[in-house]
């Protein structure tokens, strides 16, 4: 219980200082990001019934967590090359490619039978494809 309660906390903690109080709102009464902490920790408990709820689909907890990561770490091994090697492309046309190439991702997954090893591998080629193709079509000066 005391890991479960300390990992809520660290993500609803996360949650409320680096994004809500950055992004959303930046004066607030303390009252307010309490409130504000106790709303996150509830979704990150509902998030983490929800993981368990898939986990119990598979055969095994391995097996969830690789198909979970599969799903999502293909576009960010497409992000991280695309940082390191390839110096022209720029933030705005990564992050479409990102967003629509996980998109692809998560329909291939809904829709078709294709192992999900693959995810990695369609995830990061099609990041860096259309991070490429993006990228011509914003800077076409």
């Known amino acids: 219980m005391s890991s479960t309660a ?3 906390n660290a993500l609803a903690s996360t949650t ?3 994004f809500y109080m950055r992004l959303v709102k930046k004066d607030g009464a303390e009252k ?3 409130h504000a902490s106790k ?3 509830a979704f990150w408990g509902l998030v983490a019934i929800g993981f368990a709820l898939f986990a119990n689909l598979v055969e095994n ?3 969830a967590v690789n198909i979970l990561g599969s799903i999502f770490y293909g576009s960010i091994l497409g992000i991280f090359l695309v940082a390191f090697f390839i110096k022209v ?3 705005p046309a990564v992050f479409w490619a990102a967003v629509i190439s996980q998109l692809v991702v998560i329909v291939l997954f809904k829709t078709t039978d294709i192992a999900y090893l693959w995810y ?3 995830g990061c080629v099609g990041v860096i494809a259309l991070a ?3 990228n011509l079509v914003i800077n076409k000066d």
């Open 120 to 122: 990695n591998v369609i």
């Open 6 to 8: 300390s990992e809520l």
């Open 132 to 134: 490429f193709v993006i």
């Open 89 to 91: 492309i720029k933030g």
């Open 16 to 18: 409320t200082v680096d």
């Open 39 to 41: 709303f996150f920790t």
């Open 32 to 34: 307010h990001f309490v």
């Open 61 to 63: 907890l391995i097996e």
